[in-house]
């Protein structure tokens, strides 16, 4: 028979050389050689060395980051304003007296500093009253709301209860955003042709600001906005091609209208008509009289304590002059950070309370920041009766130094962290004992306490990990 397959015998002791594939020379490739970047397969192992991973001092020149890790990456750098507070008044400003200063800012300065006066005896409720100007939902009726949306299973309820909370919020802030409304119109116009600026003129003198503004104004106004001056606004950016500062206004004029429109008392008091229907609601409303519900609105202790509250309406007009009218650019940038501060600790993604209390104590000036976790044992799976608060206070005492007050409170019993100026070293057996017989004079214990330098401040992130939870979570940046 023909040999058709052409079968050969291989030689003997040559097994181990015919077994294994012979490598082609002439294609091999050089690995020194950088191949193309294909982000859609696996490419060859090369010289290359793109990864951001392997190399940490490769700089992104965009940024490409949530919100949330946006929000993350500014509070480790500019989180704290009680620096910065000490920074400005006990440095700089407490003599009132300051190169290229203006009269009216030390004024103004003046004025703030006699507004934060505090006896040592009116302590304790001076910060009570800072507690309820910081926490808007709270007293009996929000606290029979809360018990209703936790204790119901049904979706429409929960969803409708939210959106009363937010229609309560926006009423509550209603002289807010028609001052901001007020504010974007004046923008608005400084950047329009005249022809434009005219026609705005004469729609914004229809307009009822401040005073003028009565009960009945916020569905006037939102309807000349959405009607009138919106719809211009859309026809002029058309016009004149400006896509720039005046299609940016008009976008968030419309944005700040709906905040407005929303509001509107009579559209709350319409959402909670709609969730009395539900019989979840009435088990805990039982016998409420829903035409007062805007008086039970407006006594609550937060809206009581937010009228009485002029420091933190100086403060902040304070900070804004500060920005515009420093001395130096040093100045203006120190106040900068301290309205960034503010603005971050008010932030949808901070988790915990957060608090400030500029006090003038026996000609002392001191400034305190303090962030409270009043749930911190819901994160562990604590129950009600196992409550766990945890709490950072950050404090500036002027002539003294820096302090740093980190506690864990859970039934009377107090695991606690002080931390104090290097000047008080030789003091810490007379702090101690000061601070337990503070605890005892209170009923708690003192379980845990430790005491340190202040020289290592102690970071928001580290006394609450839980702000960083939401770190792999989804959220898109728009």
Not at 92 to 100: D, E, H, I, P, R
Not at 390 to 403: A, R, T, Y
Request: net charge negative; hydrophobic share 40%; glycine share 8%.
């Amino acid at each position: 028979m023909s040999n058709i397959l052409r079968v050969t015998t291989p030689m003997a002791g040559n097994y181990d050389n015919m077994s294994q594939p012979r490598a082609d020379m002439q294609n091999r490739e050089d690995p020194r050689i950088q191949g193309p970047v294909n982000p859609n397969k696996v490419v060859r192992a090369d010289a290359r060395s793109d990864s951001a991973a392997e190399e940490q001092n490769v700089g992104l020149k965009f940024q490409y980051q949530s919100n949330f890790e946006g929000f993350i990456s500014q509070m480790k750098s500019q989180g704290v304003m009680t620096e910065e507070f000490a920074t400005v008044f006990f440095e700089q400003l407490s003599n009132q007296v300051k190169a290229g200063m203006s009269e009216g800012f030390a004024q103004e300065i003046a004025q703030f500093l006699e507004m934060i006066q505090v006896d040592p005896e009116n302590m304790l409720a001076f910060l009570k009253e800072q507690g309820d100007a910081a926490i808007r939902f709270q007293g009996a009726f929000f606290s029979l709301l809360r018990q209703a949306m936790n204790d119901t299973k049904n979706v429409e309820l929960r969803a409708g209860i939210l959106d009363f909370m937010k229609r309560y919020t926006d009423m509550a802030e209603g002289k807010h955003i028609l001052r901001e409304i007020e504010q974007t119109i004046k923008e608005l116009k400084s950047g329009m042709l005249q022809s434009g600026r005219e026609k705005m003129e004469e729609m914004e003198q229809q307009l009822k600001f401040g005073g003028n503004a009565g009960p009945g104004s916020t569905e006037e106004n939102a309807s000349l906005i959405k009607g009138k001056m919106l719809p211009y606004l859309n026809k002029y950016i058309g016009g004149t091609h400006d896509r720039g500062s005046v299609r940016e206004g008009a976008a968030f004029l419309a944005a700040l209208t709906a905040r407005y429109e929303n509001g509107d008392a009579a559209r709350v008091l319409e959402r909670f008509e709609q969730l009395m229907e539900y019989s979840a609601m009435q088990k805990y409303f039982k016998g409420f009289e829903t035409q007062s519900l805007l008086k039970v609105l407006e006594a609550t202790d937060f809206e009581k304590t937010i009228g009485k509250n002029k420091w933190m309406k100086g403060f902040v007009s304070l900070i804004q002059n500060g920005m515009q009218q420093g001395a130096n650019i040093e100045q203006k940038q120190v106040f900068r950070n301290m309205m960034t501060s503010i603005l971050l600790n008010e932030s949808v993604y901070m988790p915990v309370l957060h608090m400030m209390l500029p006090m003038q104590v026996n000609d002392n000036l001191t400034f305190a920041e303090m962030w409270v976790d009043p749930d911190a044992g819901k994160n562990s799976g604590g129950k009600e009766k196992e409550r766990i608060i945890q709490g950072l206070v950050k404090f500036d005492i002027q002539d003294v130094g820096f302090f740093d007050l980190f506690f864990v409170y859970q039934d009377k019993k107090v695991n606690m962290q002080l931390n104090y100026p290097d000047a008080l070293k030789d003091k810490e057996k007379e702090i101690r004992n000061k601070v337990a017989e503070a605890l005892a004079e209170n009923g708690l214990t003192g379980q845990e306490l430790f005491f340190g330098s202040s020289k290592d401040s102690i970071a928001i992130s580290e006394a609450f990990p839980q702000i960083f939870e939401r770190k792999n979570s989804i959220n898109v940046k728009i």
